[in-house]
């Protein structure tokens, strides 16, 4: 383990504090190797929270075991609610200014609290994070789904309006605690026992974060047998009691939000001009919801082309997409550490249990 930075990100104003939520289900065989990444980073979180959901195997034991002499890692036990429970409890126990989510299956890179820390200090604005990832486990190494860093602006109409999924999975998420504190709790613990991430990304849309997705893939996820959206085909029953799911989630903070959805219409340019570099695609979708509106040909047709004009602007753009380096930052005096092997520490080699995640 290599020695860390333990000053907090300076821009100028409060320096803020940062929690890591860890949730556990099951996950004996890894959840000590996503602890230990958390542990070792850059720039220490201040706070590691793991919340066991009544697990059944010995990772409680294992737990404690290996980090219960360290002073920053509280290690909580509750009965099991599922994944959404589990962040309940761990955001009611966080007093973080940074809140960060991390499966017990995955592992941080030791970079990610230092730059997500920086990109947050640096732009006031953004509430709602997401980073690249990078496959390990049962598939072939380095293998990934990258994409370049970019502000993604608003995104409530165009998930609102076409259900759009502005995001990555859980372990890449990280959000203002005002935001996650408006976020959560949503009222219904049980329709989201797995897939949890859906409430963070769907609710932080469509209450008006404004989001941003940092391209380096600063998360290590674990593929295996038994995180089954990544390695199961799902039957069309459980897709369809999943997207009533999802309707009830978007009307839930739609109606939160005290928004007229009759009046939202004429803002989908507004949103629009908020993205940075959209795609042919995604001008193609906000088109499509701008005839969906209702508003008056007119509207409509004024709306398109101002869509349109923004479209073409950002295309030829001689500037690339907007990088990390454009942030100005100081680095902590460091070494980067070597990527962890894929074996875990004796202390976690066990059988864990079943539990569904979600795919990008």
């Not at 380095?142 to 999975?169: E, H, K």
């Not at 907007?322 to 100081?330: G, K, M, P, R």
Request: proline share 4%.
């Amino acid at each position: 383990m290599h020695p860390q930075s333990t000053s907090k990100i300076s821009s100028g104003k409060e320096p803020q504090s940062t929690s890591c939520l860890v949730n556990n289900y099951n996950y004996a065989d890894y959840v000590c190797e996503a602890v230990e990444s958390a542990i070792e980073q850059e720039l220490a979180f201040d706070e590691i929270i793991v919340v066991d959901d009544g697990s059944i195997d010995d990772s409680v034991r294992r737990l404690r075991q290996r980090f219960s002499s360290h002073d920053n890692v509280m290690i909580i036990e509750k009965e099991n609610g599922g994944q959404l429970s589990a962040f309940h409890r761990g955001v009611q126990e966080s007093r973080g200014d940074l809140i960060f989510f991390l499966d017990a299956d995955d592992r941080y890179n030791s970079r990610l609290n230092w730059m997500a820390s920086t990109l947050f200090s640096k732009n006031r604005t953004i509430d709602f994070l997401s980073v690249g990832y990078e496959e390990f486990g049962e598939t072939l190494p380095g293998n990934s789904s990258p994409q370049p860093s970019r502000d993604y602006g608003f995104t409530a109409l165009s998930t609102i309006f076409d259900r759009r999924w502005v995001g990555n999975p859980t372990s890449c998420l990280s959000m203002r605690s005002k935001l996650v504190n408006r976020v959560l709790p949503y009222q219904d613990e049980d329709a989201w026992r797995i897939r949890a991430d859906d409430v963070l990304v769907y609710g932080s849309s469509i209450l008006g974060a404004h989001k941003y997705h940092l391209g380096e893939p600063l998360v290590e996820y674990r593929i295996h047998q038994n995180n089954g959206y990544a390695k199961q085909k799902i039957d069309t029953l459980t897709k369809l009691k999943h997207a009533i799911e999802v309707n009830r989630l978007i009307s839930y903070y739609v109606e939160k939000s005290g928004y007229e959805i009759g009046l939202l219409g004429n803002l989908l340019p507004r949103e629009f001009r908020t993205l940075e570099r959209p795609t042919y695609s995604e001008l193609r979708r906000y088109i499509h919801m701008c005839s969906r509106t209702g508003l008056p040909l007119r509207l409509r047709i004024d709306s398109i082309a101002i869509m349109l004009h923004h479209y073409l602007v950002e295309r030829f753009k001689k500037k690339p997409f907007t990088s990390f380096v454009d942030l100005e930052f100081a680095r902590p005096s460091l070494p980067i550490t070597e990527k962890r092997e894929a074996t875990s520490s004796p202390a976690c080699h066990q059988a864990s249990g079943t539990e569904m995640r979600r795919t990008a």
